[in-house]
């Protein structure tokens, strides 16, 4: 009987936890699709042919339509993963309001940010609803070149 209320007052206080202030409530992406790694300190800055990536792996992403997106940020940071609509670069200066601080969007074509991703969260997952080119980027870091690509086939 005492390590069953051990157990439950372990697993309350995990999940108290786990609501940390400015934080999204978020899935795993265990219903499949395609791992978008969300990652400063790791994916390093490199040149694609948008222009410079940093942050995200891969730095271009290429999906079937039909498929599903997810984005894990395994940073120790707070991320977003935010659309950057009607582009074809990067734009040199963030194209960010603090809307992209909230998650929306469950299709790629209607827009999409994972909202603020804690260390260790994953966002919500996203239809690849329509062939195009999608460009994204991270709210906090997007000087650092924190920004990738989605090309849906």
Same mark, same amino acid.
């Given at each position: 009987m005492r390590n069953k209320l051990w157990l439950s007052a372990s697993l309350a206080l995990a999940s108290l936890s786990a609501c940390t202030n400015g934080g999204i409530p978020t899935s795993n992406g265990a219903s499949g699709g395609t791992k978008i790694?969300?990652?400063l300190t790791l994916n390093q800055q490199q040149p694609t042919i948008y222009g410079l990536s940093a942050g995200y792996a891969?730095?271009?992403t290429t999906v079937a339509v039909g498929s599903q997106i997810f984005f894990q940020?395994? !940073?120790s940071f707070t991320h977003t993963a935010?659309?950057?609509p009607n582009v074809t670069q990067f734009p040199s200066g963030s194209p960010f309001t603090g809307k992209a601080l909230t998650q929306s969007g469950n299709n790629?074509?209607?827009g999409f940010s994972s909202g603020a991703l804690l260390a260790g969260?994953?966002?919500?997952t996203i239809s690849v !609803?329509?062939?195009g080119t999608y460009f994204f980027g991270c709210f906090f870091h997007y000087g650092a070149n924190m920004r990738g690509v989605i090309v849906a086939q």
């Open positions: 790694i969300v990652n891969p730095p271009v940020n395994t !940073d935010t659309l950057i790629l074509s209607g969260s994953s966002s919500q !609803d329509k062939a």
